[in-house]
């Protein structure tokens, strides 16, 4: 005599039946303290970068979108926490390293007398550093270069009297017309070789270009 022993009450394909995905990934991950860490900290950081911008200018005043204006200089440049040059007097000023190669130290101010006459770029003896692009102009190579650091012209204030001469057209252009001359003047420069044709006939033989 033959028998089949059934359990009461329970599906017998439900042993056979997988587990959807969605599940699965939830048993998983409420087994795992450190992916439950590693996701709530997602969700925050995807909060903060939804509303830490418009929370903290609710709370400081101050919009996102807005430079603070103790922190920048007058040309717009960022001041670090020792961006300052010492005077005569034992006082400091603010001091901006934003100007060309040979031009000293440029202070927004513009006083009329200079803060700091030294140069911008100096060598541990307090000398000029040598210019990067003088090899290939001595060797009869012309380099161009485009809003690179201290080797195109920064400012109108110091850098065209610098490069130009205090009373070069050039210097009475920044007079006449500061805008057009910031436009023509500064971002770009090239170094000409010597007996370049351009450095030939230049307007005003600058004393620093060599």
Known sequence: MTSSIQSVGTDPGAAARPAGLRATALRRLRRDPVAIFAFSLLVLLVLAALIGGPLAAHLTGHPPDQQFANAVAADGQPLGLMERTYLPNGTTHTGVSFAYWTAPLFDPANPTTPTDTTYNMLTA????????????????????????????????AIDIPTVFGANSPEAQEVIANPGQAFADFVGVGIHCAQGCRRRRNRRTPGPDWR
């Open 125 to 156: 003896d307090g000398k000029n550093v040598p210019a990067p692009w003088v090899p290939y102009t001595r060797a009869g190579c012309n380099v161009g270069t485009v809003a690179t650091a201290n080797m195109v012209l920064e400012n109108t």
